[in-house]
């Protein structure tokens, strides 16, 4: 069945660390998005990617980095400079919009849990 | 600019009530606007969307949502809510480049 996998489902980050996020899809879609989930916060956008080699920043991209060199993978990268990294991680990807004004349902992943140790 | 409201942070409901979640958002052109549910440690799962034409939309698990220009809102029902019911519900308006504006979420529990 195709789908998005995120690993680790759990993830722990030391002081000064940086960890990586993983997001692999199999739907054979172009567009991949992260988002982090705060309770009582909703999902806000981190970085987005229409096409592999290009990605863009999102609402709240500082001190997270990501890469998009393969079409079914867009990992993400927390650094040390993201102070309050603890939060879920939700990773999600959609068909690439054509037509400008339009919007195409977008497919998450089941998560990852990233607390400080 | 997109924005996406939920009023009601929890609702608390019986088995085999009628439920309504609402939704308003704020967006310049026809809106794009979608359902979403949340199980607690899980990703979230497509309900329903409202591209355009009719105004009533059926979904996934027995639930509608009515889209009313009017009254920019985009409500979400379901006749009888079953126990499995219970997550955390999330209305999402679509933007430029397919960029998600989301709320902030409704907590549904349901009592026996």
């Known amino acids: 069945d195709g789908g998005i996998t995120q690993s680790p489902k759990y993830l722990f980050r030391k002081e000064g660390q940086n960890v990586t996020l993983s997001c692999e899809q199999n739907?054979?879609?172009?567009?991949m998005y992260w988002y982090r989930q705060d309770p009582g916060q909703g999902l806000r956008l981190i970085y987005y990617?229409?096409?592999?080699?290009?990605?863009q920043k999102g609402d709240i991209a500082e001190g997270y980095s990501v890469s998009r060199e393969k079409k079914e993978s867009f990992p993400l990268t927390v650094t040390s400079a993201q102070k309050n990294p603890t939060a879920f991680y939700l990773c999600?990807?959609?068909?690439?919009?054509?037509?400008?004004?339009?919007?195409?349902?977008?497919?998450f992943g089941d998560g990852t849990r990233l607390s400080i140790l | 600019a997109q924005s996406v409201t939920q009023p009601d942070i929890h609702i608390t409901v019986s088995e085999g009530a009628s439920l309504e979640l609402r939704c308003n958002y704020s967006?310049?052109?026809?809106?794009?606007l979608f359902w979403y549910v949340q199980s607690p440690g899980q990703g979230l799962q497509l309900l329903l969307k409202y591209f355009s034409g009719d105004t009533l939309v059926q979904g996934i698990k027995g639930f509608e949502a009515e889209f009313k220009r009017s009254q920019s809102s985009f409500n979400l029902r379901k006749p009888s809510v079953h126990w499995s019911d219970a997550a955390e519900y999330f209305c999402a308006v679509g933007g430029n480049f397919n960029k998600f504006y989301f709320g902030s979420g409704t907590k549904l529990n349901v009592k026996p």
């Open positions: 967006y310049g052109a026809t809106p794009y």
């Open positions: 990617s229409q096409i592999v080699n290009d990605f």
């Open positions: 999600a990807s959609s068909i690439n919009v054509v037509i400008q004004g339009s919007n195409q349902p977008q497919h």
């Open positions: 739907l054979n879609h172009d567009a």
